[in-house]
C-alpha cells in the first residue's frame, strides 16, 4: 500500500560520498520508523541504519558508524542516507523500509520496502 522510491545511487570511486534519498506519497510517512538495508551478491540483506519518527533515536551498524548518518524530513516524507568515505565493501543494493514509531534494527519490524537502488564503490 504505501510505496517508497530510492534514488541517489551510482558508481563512486573508493574515499568518495554519495547520498540516498528515499521519498513516499503516504500521509502516515510522520508516523514510522524508517531504516535503510543493504544487500551484496551473496549475501542476505542487513540493517545500515534507522531513525524514529520524530528524529530523536538513531542506530547505525557497526561498519559504517562515523561515515554514514540517516535523517528524515517529515514536511517532505523523505528519509536520507549520507554515505562518505565510501570503501569497496558498501557495494550493495540499499533499501529503504518504513516501520512503526520506535526504532526496531530487525528487517521483520519493517511493513514497507522499496525497490532498492544501486552503490558501486571501485577501487
Known amino acids: 500500500q504505501v510505496q517508497l522510491v530510492e534514488s541517489g545511487g551510482g558508481l563512486v570511486q573508493a574515499g568518495g560520498s554519495l547520498k540516498l534519498s528515499c521519498s513516499t506519497d503516504?500521509?502516515?510517512?510522520?508516523?514510522?520508523?524508517m531504516g535503510w538495508f543493504r544487500q551484496a551478491p551473496g549475501k542476505e540483506r542487513d540493517i545500515v541504519a534507522a531513525?524514529?519518527?520524530?528524529?530523536?533515536?538513531?542506530y547505525y551498524v557497526d561498519a559504517v558508524k562515523g561515515r554514514f548518518t540517516i535523517s528524515r524530513d517529515n514536511a517532505k516524507r523523505t528519509v536520507y542516507l549520507e554515505m562518505n568515505s565510501l570503501k569497496s565493501e558498501d557495494t550493495a543494493i540499499y533499501y529503504c523500509?518504513?516501520?512503526?514509531?520506535?526504532?526496531?534494527?530487525?528487517?521483520?519490524?519493517?511493513?514497507?520496502w522499496g525497490q532498492g537502488t544501486r552503490v558501486t564503490v571501485s577501487s
Open positions: 531513525i524514529t519518527w520524530n528524529g530523536g533515536e538513531t
Open positions: 523500509a518504513a516501520g512503526p514509531p520506535h526504532l526496531t534494527m530487525e528487517a521483520l519490524g519493517y511493513h514497507y
Open positions: 503516504a500521509r502516515t510517512f510522520n508516523g514510522y520508523s
